[in-house]
């Protein structure tokens, strides 16, 4: 089983240009979340979908962040414009749970290798 | 917003020696989760506790969900180089939220 892969596993910016992160989530699995880890702020959730729909996003910090979820294979976390400030690894999570809102295989998130970014 | 205290925030410990850590809340969990992150990779689940009171081994690891439902430590026995990284915690709160709250890490050192 491959995993969660994202990608870039590392971005180098400057301020004020676009950034996008990638993520592809276990085969099967229909939640996934993104998250921000910083050495201050430790890991935060931005955002989380359910069958590809969010469900909750008030992690995300500005409206210069928005993430989509175009298919059950494919997310993206866009930051436009990005800032210094927006420099962190940002995780890439899914996990399993049973449609009708029964939680199964007991909420697991499994983490992707996360995407460095840092802008300058 | 809901917490998790999680120490300690770091550790220096000798090979051989056993660690021990733990997570606070106020709040009521559901479950309990311990997590493990190297360096440039992503966490990793260690074991994860889903009732009251249980205790759960992984290897050398031990976790205990608290009767409480606030709280969790988690032990490991007999530390060996690999087990260098930071330690997260993480609960889910009461409800069908698929959200999960994690703390804010243990780093563990091992001397040399």
């Known amino acids: 089983d491959a995993g969660v892969i994202q990608s870039p596993r590392h971005e180098v910016t400057e301020m004020g240009q676009e950034v996008t992160l990638r993520c592809k989530p276990i085969?099967?699995?229909?939640?996934l979340f993104w998250y921000r880890q910083t050495m201050m702020r430790g890991l935060e959730l931005l955002i989380y979908?359910?069958?590809?729909?969010?469900?909750?996003d008030s992690g995300m910090p500005e409206d210069r962040f928005s993430a989509k979820m175009p298919n059950a294979s494919f997310s993206t976390l866009k930051i436009q414009p990005s800032e210094p400030r927006d420099s962190a690894v940002y995780f890439c999570?899914?996990?399993?749970?049973?449609?009708?809102?029964?939680?199964?295989?007991?909420?697991?998130?499994?983490f992707g290798a996360g995407t460095r970014l840092s802008v300058l | 917003g809901q917490q998790l205290n999680q120490s300690p925030q770091s550790m220096f410990i000798q090979e051989g020696e056993d660690v021990s850590m733990n997570c606070t809340s106020s709040s009521i969990f559901n479950t309990w989760l311990w997590y493990k992150q190297d360096p440039g990779e992503g966490p990793v689940l260690l074991i994860a506790l889903y009732k009251a009171g249980e205790l759960t081994s992984n290897g050398r690891l031990t976790a205990q969900f608290g009767i409480t439902r606030k709280d969790s430590f988690l032990n490991i026995s007999a530390s060996i180089p690999s087990d260098v990284g930071i330690y997260f915690c993480a609960g889910q709160l009461r409800g069908r939220d698929d959200k999960i709250i994690f703390g804010k890490g243990t780093r563990l050192h091992i001397l040399p």
């Open positions: 085969s099967g699995h229909n939640s």
């Open positions: 999570a899914s996990s399993l749970r049973a449609s009708g809102g029964i939680l199964l295989a007991k909420n697991i998130q499994y």
């Open positions: 979908f359910n069958n590809n729909v969010p469900i909750d």
